[in-house]
C-alpha cells in the first residue's frame, strides 16, 4: 500500500509542476501581450500590423492544439478509468467465490470430523 501511497503523491507533484510551469508561461505570455500598445494599433507601422495578426493566429492555433491535447486527454483518462472500473466490478464475483470457498473450507476443517 505504501507503493500505490508513493506512487500517487509522485504524481500528484508531477502535474502540479505541470500546472505551476504553464501559469509561469501564461502569465509571462499575458505580460507580453500587455505590452502592445492596443490603444493605438493604427500608429504601427503596417509590416508590424501583419506581425500583430500573425503571431495572434499563432497564438490562438497553439492554444486550441493544447486544448484539443488536454481534451482528448481527457478522454482517454476517463475511458481508462471506466476500463479500470469494469476490471474491478468483473473480479468481485471471482473475489467473493474465493473468500467463500476459504470460509467453507475453514469451517469444514474445524467443525467436521473424518
Do not use: C
Not at 494599433?41 to 492544439?65: K, N, P, S
Request: glycine content about 6%; charged content about 10%; hydrophobic content about 65%.
Amino acid at each position: 500500500m505504501e507503493f500505490v501511497d508513493q506512487l500517487i503523491a509522485f504524481l500528484r507533484d508531477g502535474i502540479a509542476a505541470i500546472f505551476r510551469f504553464v501559469e509561469i508561461v501564461w502569465t509571462w505570455s499575458i505580460a507580453q501581450i500587455r505590452a502592445v500598445p492596443w490603444g493605438n494599433l493604427g500608429d504601427l507601422h503596417i509590416l508590424e500590423q501583419i506581425l500583430l495578426v500573425l503571431v495572434a493566429g499563432v497564438v490562438i492555433y497553439l492554444l486550441y492544439r493544447a486544448a484539443r491535447e488536454l481534451f482528448d486527454a481527457a478522454q482517454n483518462a476517463l475511458a481508462a478509468f471506466a476500463t479500470l472500473l469494469g476490471a474491478i466490478v468483473r473480479t468481485l464475483a471471482p473475489v467473493l467465490v474465493a473468500g467463500l470457498t476459504a470460509a467453507a473450507g475453514a469451517w469444514i476443517i474445524n467443525n467436521v470430523s473424518f
